[in-house]
């Protein structure tokens, strides 16, 4: 009997200038704009980075890039030099999960939901207000073994994991009998 394996991998990225710009599949971003007001010279508040209870998925996943994130590496054409580990963000961690159960739940796979709900929508109903850039990766039918792997693999995803504007990021993962993947993953990446 052959069995036949089903992964899929999508990347999605969003920065803000002004007016939201879209591109998928780690297309390239815009620079993160400059503030418009005057930065204090005290050290700034650290802002909230919500709950930081990870399940063992998410930790795994969380500790896998950020090994990926301290090697040099090419994602399609573009190089990146090694760059700085992600914290980890509960709000982030939140839109993930809550993206993952609904793609299980009503048996879909795509950055925006039936209703037309887009990562910063999710994001910011999660907690994570205020951010300068987002990004998205999603997969299904991927195990705990190899999903990172498969990001890295994958020059858009790649991208996204490597980018060094972004520092920080929440996963979440679900995995659901019967539905046409089993697992679903999705790996929330911000600035703010």
């Known amino acids: ?60 996943v969380l500790r896998e890039v950020n090994a990926a994130r301290a090697v040099a590496r090419t994602c399609g054409d573009v190089a990146y030099a090694a760059t700085t580990p992600l914290t980890w963000n509960g709000f982030l961690a939140g839109a993930a999960r809550a993206h993952t159960a609904d793609m299980a739940a009503r048996n879909y796979f795509a ?20 951010w300068l850039t987002l990004g998205e990766n999603i997969a299904a039918g991927y195990t705990i073994q190899n999903v990172v792997q498969g990001w890295i693999d ?12 972004f520092k920080e990021m929440g996963a979440g993962y679900t995995y659901r009998t019967g539905s046409t993947y089993g697992t679903y993953w999705a790996q929330e990446f911000g600035t703010r």
């Open 111 to 130: 950055h925006v939901s039936p209703e037309g709900s887009t990562i910063s929508m999710r994001a910011e109903a999660a907690g994570y207000t205020g």
């Open 1 to 60: 009997m052959l069995q036949i394996k089903v992964a899929r991998l999508t990347a999605l990225t969003l920065t803000i200038i002004g007016a939201a710009a879209l591109t998928s599949c780690g297309g390239s971003t815009a620079p993160i704009p400059t503030p418009q007001a005057t930065v204090p010279a005290t050290t700034p508040k650290a802002q909230d980075a919500g709950s930081q209870t990870m399940s063992a998925e998410e930790a795994q």
């Open 154 to 165: 994958s020059p858009g995803h790649c991208k996204n994991l490597m980018d060094p504007k």
